[in-house]
Nanobody, 127 residues
Framework: HVQLVESGGGSVQAGGSLNPSCTVT????????MGWFRQSPGKERERVAT????????NYADSVKGRFTISRDITKNTVVLHVSSLKPEDTAIYYC?????????????????????WGQGTQVTVS
């Protein structure tokens, strides 16, 4: 497995931007599909975005398309979620996730039960 540590959350006003980042350590030679999930109080955790091992395939939740962009740097073992045009409904704990299913292809995009490693989460608050 790999270990995931998020950073870069915070509090912003509506319309603002943040760049939560995830650092991956451990067995990084194993191909993982990487992704971001989020959970708001009283709601189930939902998948926000995923990116394949070679960055050839990305997937976004409909609610964030056009506002969020996921990227990864294999050489630095980091995954970044660029979030812009934030809305109060984006307020949530954002979790970095890694899934081996599909050999890192993200085909299909992994659900919660497919995740092998989770980060501890980073809070994003939009007011």
């Amino acid at each position: 497995h790999v270990q995931l540590v998020e950073s870069g959350g915070g509090s912003v006003q509506a319309g603002g931007s943040l760049n939560p980042s995830c650092t991956v350590t451990g067995r990084t030679s194993i191909p993982y599909c990487m992704g971001w999930f989020r959970q708001s109080p009283g709601k189930e955790r939902e998948r926000v975005a995923t990116i394949a091992r070679d960055s050839s395939r990305v997937n976004y939740a409909d609610s964030v398309k056009g506002r969020f962009t996921i990227s990864r740097d294999i050489t630095k073992n980091t995954v970044v979620l660029h979030v812009s045009s934030l809305k109060p409904e984006d307020t949530a704990i954002y979790y970095c996730a890694a899934a081996r299913v599909g050999g890192g292809s993200c085909l299909p995009p992994p659900g919660e039960n497919d995740i092998d490693s989770w980060g501890q989460g980073t809070q994003v608050t939009v007011s």
